[in-house]
């Protein structure tokens, strides 16, 4: 008899203790639902305001568009390239800081910082700033070398620009076209294609 009153209070205390550790486990879930609702989510980087000039003298006529990946790790185009001279004049779009200057994989690569967590990127340039230089928008930072791949002119600039994400390692750092943020004076004109009787009276 002793045996069979213990065992159902055997089960009602182990009953009792899950309904214990279930409660508790539910009151975790809930408080960290609550407590994710109540923290400030990371912040998504802010539209960049600077307006940009042509890096290259005249109008910036791509060759080669703005084609990023679906994914940060696929392959893609994340920059533009311009159709220039070989030696032509580099220049800053904005105002900004040099963050690099020199050689990346045996290319001449140049970088500009112009705050706010917008950067730009230039190659193939050999860069006649030096890094930490302060630079003026239209002031020339470097020249175009020939050879850039995929090029089908004799010379063009692959201009990148990313906006940071807050990453201090950069590797989720926002890509944007860069002719999206250069004034319509500096972008080459547009002709609305004409249709059969356009013109006529």
């Known amino acids: 008899m002793g045996d069979e009153r213990g065992i159902p209070g055997a089960v009602r205390i182990v009953r009792a203790g899950a309904t214990r550790a279930g409660a508790a486990a539910v009151g975790v879930a809930v408080a960290g639902v609550l407590l994710a609702a109540v923290l400030p989510h990371p912040a998504a980087p802010a539209a960049p305001t600077v307006r940009f000039r042509s890096p290259v003298p005249g109008p910036a006529v791509p060759v080669t568009g703005f084609d990023p990946p679906d994914h940060r790790w696929l392959a893609g185009h994340r920059g533009v390239d311009l159709a220039a001279e070989p030696l032509s004049p ?7 800081t040099v963050l690099f200057a020199g050689s990346v994989g045996g290319k001449p690569v140049l970088s500009l910082d112009h705050g706010d967590g917008l950067r730009t990127t230039y190659e193939p340039v050999t860069a006649s700033v030096r890094k930490g230089d302060e630079v003026s928008t239209g002031q ?10 995929g090029c089908p002119m004799e010379a063009c600039l692959h201009w990148g620009a990313r906006v940071a994400s807050g990453n201090p390692g950069g590797d989720d750092d926002d890509y944007v076209d860069p002719l999206s943020l250069t004034l319509a004076s500096d972008r080459p004109i547009r002709l609305k294609p004409t249709r059969p009787g356009d013109g006529e009276a």
């Not at 580099?90 to 900004?96: I, M, T």
């Open 90 to 96: 580099v220049l800053a779009p904005a105002p900004g």
């Open 140 to 149: 020339t930072v470097g020249h175009l070398v020939a050879g850039h791949p």
